[in-house]
């Protein structure tokens, strides 16, 4: 079982070495070949130099526009305020 085991293993290691050399020698080609490939491309795209290209509209959002500025504000009685807010007493005791 283990001498099987080995030799599967044999001829995976070696199936496997194949693989990489070729792999390598794909990369190594595709690298030579990038040299061919001219640095820039044309795309038909619009001149950036072409004042009269169509451009998208530019928008202005403020960041601060819901808000609304609360001071000066008139404090109010701070005992009037804390009572606004308690729990009510229960009647029922």
Known sequence: MITLLG??????????????????LLAAAALALTGCIPATTYVATADPADPAAKVAAAGYRSTIAPY???RPAAPAPWRDRNDAVTPQPKQDR
């Open 7 to 24: 030799a599967e293993f044999a001829a995976a290691s070696t199936a496997r070495g194949r693989h990489f050399l070729s792999s390598c």
């Open 68 to 70: 609304t500025g609360l």
